[in-house]
């Protein structure tokens, strides 16, 4: 699987020297879901046109909107009738679009709040959450990593509750774990070892978003991530934060090539 991974650009923006990008939104009918050939219908009146499709978004909630930003340099006088014969589209409840901000330059201001799982999400640039996680280990040391490991561990258990309330099998629950730990954007968590009956288990993560931070300190700094997995398998195991143990083996951030986590929680 490791071959085919490749970076994905999230959030509905297009930063295009050169275009006019205009966002149309469509807000459509769920029963589009069961549809065929809707967004056919729907690439044809752009292409009619001969004005390029630079970006095409969907979200999935009680009704479903699509966002395409599409470029309209020296077009601009088609938005509206773009506009009109989208709403002529099967299962469409609404139409609207939105000019760019300037040339070459559109974000999505119609959006909010975003979620994930029917939960409100929030998303974070490298410089940002460089700011939450570094900087505090340059402002207090030692002690600051401890504070992130007790905030990952609570996250990890009300994450497990959450998975649990979804996934009931528990073997499909460390699948969903790893793919879900992936598509956020942590890292690429792998279980290699979860042994329910004895309490233990041992976890590896590669590019953790954490520790990627601290490449060539020379020493371990996996505390966030590393509460986040613990917390996850002790509300799996039913154990409470001081039965648990968790000990980071290896850290790419004293040059091992993935983080490995050794988990056990006493009866």
Known sequence: MAERLTPYAV???LFEPGTRPYIFYLDLKREVLRAVGILEQIARIFARRGVSVMQVKASILKRIRVIIIADL???EQLAEAIAAQLREVDYVMDVW????ITDGVAVDRYSFPLTFLEERVV????EVYEGLIASGWGRFGSGYGQLLYIAGF???RKAYISHSRLVRDRAAQVRFAEALFQMLGFGRLVFIRVDDSRMEAVARVYESFECELFRGAGEIR???VRGLIAGWLAARWGAEFEQVT???EECIARG???CQYRIRARS
């Not at 679009?97 to 760019?100: A, E, I, K, R, T």
């Not at 998303?123 to 490298?126: L, T």
């Open 11 to 13: 959030g509905r923006a």
């Open 73 to 75: 340099r020296g077009r």
């Open 97 to 100: 679009y939105d000019p760019p």
């Open 123 to 126: 998303i974070f640039r490298r």
């Open 154 to 156: 609570d996250a990890g």
């Open 222 to 224: 996996g505390n966030f």
């Open 246 to 248: 968790a000990r980071e």
């Open 256 to 258: 091992d090539p993935y």
